[in-house]
Each structure stands twice: as C-alpha cells, then as structure tokens.
C-alpha cells in the first residue's frame, strides 16, 4: 500500500499563493504517476494537475494553466502543487493521488491522500 499525506493548504486572499505538499510512503514512488485533484461543496471531483513518474511531462485543466506548476522530488517522495494567483474559484479540498498513469480521470489512481483544504477569499 502506498499512504499520501497532503499538506500546505490554509486561507488566502484573492491574488496569494500557496504551495501544497504530499508526501508518500512506500519504495516504489519512482513508479508513479501522481495527480492533484480538488472538489468543492456539492461539486464533482475536478482534475487540476498530473506529472509523469519521471516528471518530465506534466498536464493542467485549462482554468490553472499559467499559475499553477505540479513537481516532484522523487529523493524526498514528495509531489508540490505552486499555486499562484489564486482566485474564489480555486477554493476546494485538494486531493493528491497516484497512479500508472498521469491521466485527468480520476478513476485510474490508485491512491488518494486525505485532502487539504484550500480557501481563496475575494
């Protein structure tokens, strides 16, 4: 089993930045894709960001393109969502998860982190 443990969210402002962590255990996150999701009040989970198990490639949902910037570091197990310019849009529970491949469908990860919330006041 792999565990993931989000970390970073909290409360900003319209126009702040927050960098949100995961850290994961196991031996073998060389070997996984990972993702970030986010799901707000009564809404369906969203995909925002995914970053191939070498981190060479990386894909967003068009609404963060351009302020947001998924990376890993494999030697510390850990995968990072910078966030910029957040707006009230941006307010959500943010998942992190893994996965064989860095897809936008949620269906095809394995692991889920327990979510941290992210909330953007105006």
């Known amino acids: 089993q792999v565990q993931l443990v989000e970390s970073g969210g909290g409360l900003v402002q319209a126009g702040g930045s927050l960098r949100l962590s ?3 255990s196991g031996r073998t996150f060389r070997s996984y894709s990972m993702g970030w999701f986010r799901q707000a009040p009564g809404k369906e989970r969203e995909f925002v960001a995914a970053i191939s198990w070498g981190g060479s ?9 351009g302020r947001f910037t998924i990376s890993r570091d494999n ?4 995968v990072y969502l910078q966030m910029n310019s957040l707006t009230p849009e941006d307010t959500a529970v ?3 998860a893994a996965g064989r491949f860095p897809t ?3 269906d095809e990860y394995n692991y889920w982190g ?3 919330q992210v909330t953007v006041s105006s």
Not at 57 to 65: E, P
Not at 75 to 78: E, F, L, V
């Open 22 to 24: 995961c850290a994961a």
């Open 104 to 106: 936008q469908n949620g």
């Open 75 to 78: 030697a510390k197990n850990t």
């Open 94 to 96: 943010y998942y992190c």
């Open 57 to 65: 490639s990386t894909s967003y949902t068009d609404s963060v393109k």
């Open 114 to 116: 327990q979510g941290t």
